[in-house]
């Protein structure tokens, strides 16, 4: 399923600015969606999801034209997402949760409908507390339980909201295994401002920066753009003022800092191999967006 | 099943879970105990009466001014809490008819919310059944809960649903108190504009009055305001009084709709 967004902006109340005329396409398989927060990452994901519409600009989704409601529900019918808020009835269990999305979902076969149910909780590592009532899950458990409910249909088009927060490390690495599975027959949308999420699931990316697309590559791309610009120095004093200081780990007494810079920051900065979170880094600056929240 | 019917299920079983509802209950027909162990006149009227029809009426009298406030108060989060729990989102990317999960929503929880209220009556019917030999009690309590608890509950169930749309849910469970006292509980005699014993009635007078026979009044009071609203009763008004109520209702629900799915439509 291919997803072609041109030209869209949005602005919500208040005037802000939230997307401004990204233009973007989205072939079948992962893509990831880096940014910053306030980047505008969310409203595109709504966008998409059809829960808010574009001020200007287009969207269609496997041919489906997003601005009719015809083309929302084709879309909806085939869509599995996970919101960054997400949240869950309380006096549900685990088990009657996802039972009552697969209805709204259009799961009418009451065996089929269990049978799946069974299948996503055992999936998520969730089965054995499948009768207990919401209310004393926990953050990660309850992102594993969104993650179950987006896949109940099992969808063509899935859309993920920053899926990995919350999640325990090895939740984590257990959760991009199963997302890079999915997108083999799917499409897959990957929201984040993690950048190690990105880096272990997409061979594609998009980077949005206070609202603007400022790229779509690969992650080989991005990553090689901050090549010759980072450095690792050793000091006692001060992290340097000039780029972006990347990590500080203690040496000996000394500081060793990996530094993100047009020119050395130092005269003993020696240049060392980048990394995606580089390249991001790296183009966060060429934007002129360092004073963002970096990504993590 | 259908959206419709899912929504029904899962808001009933929900609604059921709260404390609240079987709380709100309990309170006003404690109160309802408390007095009638004080022996008031109209408790006196009440025991000395062996008419299944209009004892289930009078008792019934007893109950509904305080259950419009017990009903407003306990439903007046149900719509609102979807999107404080961040729920709303979820709900609406699925291909699910809006209109039937926001009615399915509203069904369910207005019947989980008259549950209690129905097992309370049931027993006070039970009780008039045994003690004076009447089993139709029963039946005629079971034709008031249809003909007066039900509308009001549907009343309030749709102010309940559009309210805490337009203030916050504690502002509006406020309100529902100055509504009940405007729209049942004031002197119809008052200079006051007050919906008392009109076809308006929070307390539904007129069904009461015509088909069971209440005592509580209904229809014109020399010198009250609003007597408009006060025609004769007879069994076309009892019936038009109905019908106001749940067109009311209606167009409150419509209007909740409408307000509930404006920033994504």
């Given amino acids: 399923m291919r997803l072609d967004i041109h030209q869209v902006s949005k602005t919500f109340r208040g005037k802000v600015r939230a997307l401004d005329d990204v233009s973007l396409t989205i072939p079948p398989g992962i893509m990831g969606l880096l940014g910053a927060n306030g980047a505008g990452k969310t409203t595109l994901m ?27 529900l084709a879309v909806q019918r085939v869509l599995g997402y996970l919101p960054q808020d997400l949240g869950m009835y309380p006096d549900l269990s685990a088990r009657e949760f996802l039972d009552y ?27 054995d507390v499948g009768e207990r009532k ?13 993650i179950a409910q987006a896949l109940l249909n099992d969808p063509e088009l899935l859309i993920v909201d920053e899926p990995t927060a919350g999640l325990d490390p090895e939740e984590r690495i257990r959760f991009r295994t199963l997302l890079s599975q999915l997108a083999e027959r ?13 880096a272990q699931t997409c061979t594609e990316l998009a980077v949005l920066g206070q609202g603007r697309l400022i790229y779509r590559g690969t992650v080989a791309d991005l990553t090689e753009r901050a090549t010759g610009r980072v450095w690792s120095m050793v000091s006692s004093g001060p992290p ?41 880094v790296a183009l966060a600056q060429q934007h002129s967006l360092t004073a963002a929240e970096p990504a993590a | 099943m259908t959206a ?16 609240a509802i079987w709380i709100a209950t309990v309170i006003p027909y404690g109160l309802y105990a408390v007095l009638a162990t004080m022996g008031t006149q109209d408790l006196e009227r009440l025991t000395q009466d062996t008419d299944p029809k209009t004892w289930m009426a009078a008792s019934l009298g007893w109950f509904t001014p305080l259950l419009a406030m017990v009903f407003g108060f306990v439903l007046a989060d149900r719509l609102v809490r979807d999107r404080k729990l961040g729920v709303a989102q ?9 209109s039937a999960r926001l009615f399915g929503k509203y069904l369910g929880a207005c019947a989980a919310t008259a549950i209690p209220v129905a097992l309370v009556y049931l027993i006070v019917g039970a009780t008039f059944a045994i003690w004076r030999d009447r089993p139709t009690a029963l039946l005629w309590a079971a034709a008031t809960f249809a003909a007066v608890v ?34 049942g509980a004031t002197e119809v005699e008052s200079q006051f504009p007050s919906l008392a014993a009109s076809v308006l009635s929070l307390t539904m007078d007129y069904p009461l009055h015509v088909f069971f026979g209440s005592r509580d009044p209904a229809g014109p009071f020399e010198g009250a305001a609003l007597n408009v609203l006060r025609p004769e009763p007879t069994v076309g008004t009892a019936l038009l009084s109905l019908a106001l109520i749940l067109a009311i209702a209606a167009a409150i629900l419509a209007a909740a709709r409408a307000l509930r799915f404006r920033v994504s439509e």
């Avoid at chain 1, 799917?186 to 990105?198: A, E, K």
């Avoid at chain 2, 419709?4 to 404390?19: D, G, H, I, N, V």
Wanted: cysteine-free; overall charge positive.
């Fill in chain 1, 46 to 72: 709504r966008l998409l999801t059809g829960l808010i519409r574009p001020d200007s600009g287009r969207i269609t989704i496997g041919g489906h034209d997003m601005a009719t409601a015809q083309g929302r």
């Fill in chain 1, 101 to 127: 999305v697969a209805l709204l979902k259009g799961l009418d076969d009451r065996s089929h409908r269990r049978r799946r149910v069974g299948e996503l909780l055992e999936l998520v590592h969730l089965a």
């Fill in chain 1, 134 to 146: 919401l209310r004393g899950f926990s953050g990660g458990m309850r992102r594993r339980l969104g």
């Fill in chain 1, 186 to 198: 799917r499409t897959v949308v990957l929201s984040t401002h993690i950048v190690d999420d990105v």
């Fill in chain 1, 240 to 280: 340097p003022s000039a780029g972006t200081v990347l990590s500080a780990l203690p040496a000996g007494g000394m500081i060793r800092y990996r530094i993100v810079a047009a020119t050395p920051p130092s005269a003993d900065a020696q240049p060392v191999a980048p990394t995606l979170e580089d390249g991001y």
């Fill in chain 2, 4 to 19: 419709f019917a899912a929504t029904t299920s899962y808001e009933l079983r929900m609604q059921l879970r709260k404390p």
């Fill in chain 2, 90 to 98: 979820l709900l609406d990317v699925t291909p699910s008819n809006r």
């Fill in chain 2, 150 to 183: 039900v509308p009001l509950l549907l009343l309030t169930g749709a102010l309940a649903f559009l309210g805490p749309q337009l203030m916050p849910t504690p502002l509006f469970r406020t309100l529902i108190v100055g509504i009940w006292f405007w729209a």
